[in-house]
Every structure is written in C-alpha cells, then in structure tokens.
C-alpha cells in the first residue's frame, strides 16, 4: 500500500473516531487539533460522513465551524 493510500485511510479511522465520541468532546478535540494543524482537522473532516461532520459541527461556534470548514473548499 502507497503512503497516500495509507494516509487517507488513517484519516478514515479517525474520522470514524471522532464520529464515535460524544459530540461536544469531539467537537473540542478537533478544534484543538486545528489550532496547531488546521490541514489535519480539515482532512478528518473529509472523511467523515455528513450527518456525523454536521452533529460535530453543530457542537462548535458559527465562526469556528466556518473557519475549519473554509479550507475544505477551497
């Protein structure tokens, strides 16, 4: 397995962990993680399906989950 397909499935795994945690606690631990790495916590984001991003998300500020989502589009 290639180091790009290794990485999208580790994002995969964690998306699928913070999916699992309660969703306040989540929401925390991602905004932490996009302190210091904004590409990591946006790549977790892309991996998750989308009610369990919106339930995370729905956890945060307008401007926070504006801010982290930003990059995902661009």
């Known amino acids: 397995m290639d180091q790009l397909k290794k990485d999208k499935a580790s994002y995969r795994d964690l998306a ?3 999916s699992k945690m ?3 606690k ?3 631990a991602l905004l932490s993680l996009s302190i ?3 590409e990591k916590a946006q790549k977790i984001l892309t991996e998750m399906e989308a009610t369990a991003r919106s339930t995370l998300l729905n956890q945060m500020t307008a401007e926070q ?3 982290l989502t930003a990059g995902i589009i661009e």
């Open 26 to 28: 989540a929401a925390e």
């Open 36 to 38: 210091n790495d904004p």
């Open 16 to 18: 699928l962990t913070y």
């Open 65 to 67: 989950a504006a801010k």
């Open 22 to 24: 309660d969703p306040q």
